[in-house]
């Protein structure tokens, strides 16, 4: 747990200095945020945060508690905050109920495979992108970037009619293809490159590296920090995705959790506890790898979301 | 920035032996293979994103003035499906539910953002902690987060209603079992899950801005909430118009939440165009009408997007 008290502050003024490293001294120095003083406002402050961060995950805390009662007991009047008995056997009938296992293997099985080659397409591409000068080169960044303010909904028909014509519906093949060579990866790969000197390849080169030397063994170990949010954030959202698996995967066996979750609920709307024990089993790796990676996260987010 | 073409070009001006033609020769093929280099780099990635991101978006333009169910050969429709459009009610209901959405989750979403980071945004032990627990529920999974709040929702037993009636509200609102209440049920649940992704981004906004200005407008006397309207808000502008947009579009491609929370209903009360696309399109088979429909989604976020974008222009001169 270590990891989450170590101060965000300085990793979101990492992203932003690295977003736009000519401002790093005045990011350094506006680091600040503001200093609480009297002892008594740093009660009261540490009281409304506390009462806020229950409020936020109330939902958690119910589904938790829920996931250990008898379905009688999940939407009793008043609240049972805690269970008057643990049921622990939900968490060993849910994988008997529907196949979970399967499903978390095909999930965790598309976010790798998807997180895998947008990471590597994506930062080979930003190399392409931010290192060397060609002609159209610009005009070619310009229409990865108008793709991302399309709306997806916009041209699922399309990608839905090729898919059907060369038979790779209900195939993972179709949500791969889809899925991981999108734009998103290149530009906050390029977004993190243009940061990194241009005297750095240069020496390289003088050293004798080629460009496909220098991308392997300069740009790409400088870049680690970027590679791990976009790794983190892909993986994430394949992990999470319900369109794509709802639209493409019509065979049982197939199933992401996702999928699988929701159409457990539909078969057994009263089976309310062993539905938040699948709910707690299909958040657990999320959580894990939130855990262990959240910096790199909120990273990403503050550096493809400040476009330097 | 020197790069492959160019630094051949210059070694060639400084040779001044070698014949102005030579050079020319050379520096021409240096700029091809600077080409052949950076499109190497880029093809594996941009064959994937032009086979399945840039021509399906070219296709669903061609595709919404025609005539195409799964089973005839396409015709050209003309602008038939956006005559049609006109007539159909469901897609009237949809932009409406749409439009109430957008209306609701955008400022909602964006005033409880902007709270949290100016709450969050103090030198604090433990600090860090808040701001990844309230960002957490932004990154769970969208199918546990909207089973959780249904039953949450549960208009007879569920603890939210149940808590209305603590405090006194005798008629609770019957949310997802009920027409008028089912949308705002949505936006409440929408607001919860995204409002820590953009407290980071606001976040990010107030650790940009340099503490002088609020040293500068301490020493003009300036109290907490003149300091608030005066250094911060000014200071936040780009982040906030790059959250009103992000907002604003991800609210008119509102499609899964609604699909597992409520599939629409009751009724069409919370019909959305997203979903009026794949009902029509894949579940049909009606290529040509849905993808008209998709058409007016884009060109309705493309001008809110450009329209924020003159206003934030407007603004900064």
């Given at each position: 747990m270590s990891t989450l008290t170590s101060d965000l502050t300085q990793e979101l003024d990492a992203a932003a200095a690295g977003a736009a490293p000519t401002r790093r001294g005045r990011a350094s120095r506006g680091r600040g945020g503001r200093q609480v003083r009297s002892r008594f406002g740093r009660a009261g402050l540490y009281t409304v945060l506390i009462v806020l961060l229950v409020v936020v995950l109330i939902p958690f805390i119910w589904m938790l508690s829920s996931s250990f009662k008898h379905d009688n007991q999940v939407l009793s009047v008043p609240v049972q905050w805690w269970p008057s008995e643990f049921v622990w056997s939900n968490y060993s009938d849910i994988w008997k109920q529907i196949p979970l296992a399967g499903y978390l293997g095909n999930s965790a099985f598309l976010s790798v495979v998807i997180t895998l080659l947008q990471v590597l397409t994506g930062s080979f591409a930003a190399y392409g992108f931010s290192k060397i000068r060609f002609p159209g080169r610009d005009a070619l960044f310009l229409a990865y970037i108008a793709t991302i303010a399309v709306p997806w909904q916009a041209y699922m028909i399309p990608q839905y009619i090729m898919m059907q014509k060369v038979g790779l519906t209900n195939t993972f093949w179709s949500l791969i293809l889809l899925q991981a060579f999108g734009a998103f990866g290149v530009f906050l790969m390029r977004q993190y490159y243009?940061?990194?000197?241009?005297e750095l390849s240069e020496a390289a080169r003088i050293d004798g590296l080629n460009d496909y030397g220098i991308w392997a063994r300069i740009i790409l170990p400088l870049s680690k920090p970027a590679l791990a949010s976009l790794a983190l954030l892909t993986f994430v959202n394949t992990w999470n995705d319900y369109m794509g698996p709802f639209i493409y995967l019509s065979s049982n066996n197939l199933w992401t959790v996702q999928i699988g979750l929701r159409s457990f609920i539909g078969q057994y709307s009263a089976q309310y506890a062993l539905i938040m024990a699948g709910s707690v089993v299909s958040i657990i790796p999320i959580l894990l790898i939130f855990l262990l990676g959240q910096r790199y996260f909120i990273q990403g987010i503050a550096t493809s979301g400040m476009k330097g | 920035m020197t790069t492959t073409a160019e630094r051949p070009a210059r070694g060639g001006s400084v040779g001044k032996g070698a014949p102005a033609r030579n050079g020319a020769t050379q520096s021409k093929r240096m700029r091809r293979k600077a080409i052949l280099v950076g499109w190497s780099f880029i093809l594996p990635n941009f064959v994937g994103f032009a086979l399945f991101t840039l021509i399906p978006v070219i296709a669903a333009l061609v595709l919404a003035f025609m005539n195409w169910d799964s089973y005839n050969a396409p015709t050209w429709a003309g602008v038939g499906n956006f005559t049609r459009m006109l007539g159909d009610e469901n897609f009237w209901i949809a932009l409406q539910n749409t439009f109430l959405y957008a209306l609701g989750h955008v400022p909602l979403t964006l005033a409880i953002a902007l709270g949290l980071a100016l709450l969050l945004n103090q030198k604090l032990r433990g600090i860090a902690f808040f701001r990844v627990a309230i960002f957490f529920p932004y990154i769970t999974s969208l199918v546990a987060v909207a089973i959780v709040w249904n039953m949450l929702f549960n208009?007879?037993?569920?603890p939210v209603n149940q808590f209305l009636h603590l405090i006194g509200i005798a008629d609770a609102p019957g949310w997802t079992a009920s027409t008028t209440w089912a949308l705002p049920a949505v936006i409440i649940t929408s607001v919860w899950r995204d409002m820590g992704y953009y407290m980071v981004l606001y976040l990010a906004g107030l650790q940009a801005i340099p503490q002088e200005y609020y040293e500068a407008a301490e020493m003009d006397g300036a109290g907490r909430w003149h300091k608030f309207w005066n250094v911060t808000v000014p200071c936040l502008r780009p982040t906030t118009f790059f959250v009103l947009v992000m907002l604003s579009v991800s609210s008119f491609k509102v499609f899964d939440l609604i699909i597992v929370m409520t599939q629409g209903g009751p009724g069409r009360a919370t019909t959305v165009l997203s979903q009026l696309i794949y009902q029509d399109g894949i579940v049909q088979g009606q290529f040509g009408y849905s993808s008209a429909i998709s058409l007016v989604l884009f060109l309705i976020v493309l001008v809110i997007t450009v329209f924020q974008f003159k206003l934030q222009q407007r603004r900064e001169r």
């Open positions: 243009t940061t990194i000197p241009d | 208009p007879t037993t569920g």
